[in-house]
């Protein structure tokens, strides 16, 4: 039995997200942990920066309510409730990172594709997560190439 008591489960809301969550719930069946989830959203302005001279704001919101729509079903689905469901804007790992000392989470729990080739050396959520984490990762295996 697993002695984690809070878990922070990163979800993209791909369908990857299911096994991902499916896995931190079975980690911790029956110990009472609490779990939570974050999903982090990266401002239009990451991808578009200075290049495009436009007001991203509009988009943004309707992006975060989507987004929020989508979590909240999720964390239904898996029984977490809405206040331990966090989305939050930046970038993937940094936001991660930090939900989960603000929480005091003993566990990151994060998908990860098996990755080769261009892929691998452009490096992976999963990876930048893993890096400079001041709690233990797990990271499950997910997409086209996880093994049966
Ligand atoms: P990636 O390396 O981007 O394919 O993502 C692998 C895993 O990182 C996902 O299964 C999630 O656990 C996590 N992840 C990626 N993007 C996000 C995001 N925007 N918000 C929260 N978690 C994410």
């Known amino acids: 039995m697993s002695n984690y008591k809070k878990l922070i489960i990163a979800v993209d809301l791909s369908e990857d997200s299911a096994a991902v969550a499916e896995s931190a719930k079975g980690l911790v069946a029956g110990t009472g942990a609490e779990l939570h989830l974050i999903h982090v ?6 991808a ?16 975060h309510q989507q987004a929020a729509q989508q979590l909240g079903r999720f964390g239904e689905q898996y029984g ?3 206040e331990r469901q966090h989305i939050v804007l930046g970038r993937p ?9 603000e929480i005091g989470a003993d566990l990151i729990v994060v998908g990860s594709h098996g990755r080769y080739g261009l892929a691998l050396l452009m490096g992976s959520t999963a990876n930048g997560v893993l890096h400079g984490a001041t709690c233990d990762v797990l990271a499950v295996r997910v997409g086209s190439k996880k093994k049966s």
């Open 41 to 46: 959203i990266e401002p239009l302005s990451f």
């Open 80 to 82: 977490i409730a809405p």
């Open 93 to 101: 790992e940094v936001e991660i990172h930090s939900k989960a000392e």
């Open 48 to 63: 578009y920066g200075g290049d495009i001279p436009m007001d991203f704001s509009g988009i943004q919101d309707e992006i």
